[in-house]
């Protein structure tokens, strides 16, 4: 069971945003918790033409907000005690970075969960262009789920599969059990995948400088892949794993497109990241270039976890 209370929910009401709320309200629904839409515009555009002047506002514990129902055949269970309906408050501020201001509301808010927008549909609007996106999975204290719009707005969040990618290090754990909880969450099938790094070595060394002499890499790789996998079944009625040989941010962007993958979630540095280096680029490259939402869990910051799925290290999947 994954513990969200507060859910941050950047937007700029660009089409690019749609989507993403889909999936911000589908999990408020189903975690009980709250919704915070917030706006961030600069100086000059706090003296245009604001259209949160045009949301139906009401005070709710001090914020201005509303409830939210859920699009007309989409099936959400909840334990709230409005059943189908989020609690959703507002809240704008000036800033000259968006990406800045974001990750400030998220502490000073103590958010579990961002759920945002990237550039898609449009392109490149100014509170979710995929710079502002790619600044918040860096620095954010806590889970970040991009969403990528497509080229049409979806009536729900649908996700029937959710792709875990993992580099078996101690905190692959972490990853497996969150990516199992989310599948529970939208009753989908997990794949949890690893990819053996393709290592090119100068032929001075004496050995293929494409196939390099490791024997049994991908049967070990496979077996500890199945010990994670293992962790998950109780909570997921279809878990398979799947590894493959070759480069992982290609590999996985690949198996995204041809697996009809809907959802991927990781973690954001791997096996040989230090504290310092707070988004690899494995993880950078996904969030960037996978048509699909991704769930990036920082591997030093808050877990959504009721409980921890182990001790944690400095290493992380």
């Known amino acids: 069971m994954l513990d969200i209370n507060r859910i941050l929910f950047p937007t700029d009401f660009s089409a690019v945003a749609e989507d993403a709320f889909s999936h911000a309200a589908h999990l408020a629904m189903r975690y009980d918790a709250e919704v915070y839409v917030f706006n961030v515009v600069t100086p000059q555009e706090a003296h245009e033409m604001n259209p949160m002047e045009y949301l139906p506002l009401e005070e709710v514990e001090g914020r201005p907000g509303m409830f939210y129902m859920p699009a007309e055949g989409v099936d959400v269970k909840t334990p709230a005690e409005e059943e189908g309906r989020v609690r959703v408050t507002y809240g704008q501020i000036e800033s000259v970075s968006p990406a800045h201001a974001i990750i400030e509301q998220a502490k000073s808010d103590d958010v579990d969960l961002i759920v945002m927008g990237t550039h898609g549909r449009r392109g490149f609007d100014r509170l979710l262009s995929g710079s502002v996106s ?168 808050r877990s959504l976890l009721l409980q921890p799925a182990g001790e944690g290290s400095e290493e992380a999947s």
């Open 134 to 301: 790619e600044e918040v999975v860096r620095e954010a204290p806590c889970p970040v789920f991009t969403v990528l719009a497509g080229d049409e707005p979806t009536a729900g969040p649908f996700v029937d599969h959710v792709l875990a990618p993992v580099d078996l290090s101690d905190q692959s754990r972490l990853v497996a059990d969150h990516a199992a909880e989310l599948a529970a969450t939208y009753e989908a099938r997990l794949t949890l995948m690893h990819v053996v790094e393709q290592a090119a070595y100068p032929t001075v060394y004496g050995v293929d400088p494409l196939a390099p002499d490791l024997p049994n890499v991908e049967a070990r790789a496979r077996e500890a892949l199945e010990e994670v996998a293992d962790r998950v079944r109780d909570r997921v009625d279809d878990v398979h794993t799947v590894i493959t040989t070759g480069y992982a941010a290609r590999d996985i962007v690949d198996y995204v497109e041809e697996g009809d993958v809907d959802l991927v979630v990781m973690a954001t540095h791997g096996r040989t990241g230090l504290k310092r280096f707070v988004i690899g680029s494995v993880a950078e490259k996904v969030v960037r270039t996978a048509p699909c939402p991704v769930f990036t869990l920082r591997s030093f910051g």
